[in-house]
């Protein structure tokens, strides 16, 4: 089964988990060429740790160990998820369209 007879919403989600993918290579290159002082690679975890704990309320304050295992959880689980769906959902769009 190859690439052509898979369907639009697959092709999508793994599009778009590619793009994310190669945009997080890409800052990485960034902060460690330059030394982890790009402004979006620094403080990109700790917006999302930040907002966890405003939004979920989980993480005490003096628990720094939780607090990095629910960034760490939230960066490689549920953010490649949450676009896979993201690119999934415009793949059906565009195999429903495409269908017609």
């Known amino acids: 089964m190859g690439w052509k007879d898979w369907?639009?919403?697959?092709?999508?989600g793994i599009i778009t988990?590619?793009?994310?993918?190669?945009?997080?290579i890409l800052i990485g290159l960034t902060n460690f060429?330059?030394?982890?002082?790009?402004?979006?690679?620094?403080?990109?975890?700790?917006?999302i740790l930040v907002l966890?704990?405003?939004?979920?309320?989980i993480v005490p304050k003096e628990d720094y160990g939780l607090g990095i295992?629910?960034?760490l959880i939230t960066i490689?689980?549920?953010t490649?998820?949450?676009?896979?769906s993201i690119g999934a959902f415009i793949g059906w769009i565009v195999g429903k369209i495409k269908s017609k």
């Open 80 to 84: 490649p998820i949450f676009w896979f």
């Open 7 to 12: 369907s639009y919403w697959l092709k999508g």
């Open 52 to 57: 966890l704990s405003l939004v979920i309320n």
């Open 33 to 47: 060429i330059f030394g982890g002082v790009t402004s979006f690679a620094d403080n990109s975890g700790k917006f």
């Open 69 to 71: 295992l629910v960034g």
């Open 76 to 78: 490689y689980i549920l």
């Open 17 to 24: 988990v590619g793009i994310l993918l190669i945009w997080t």
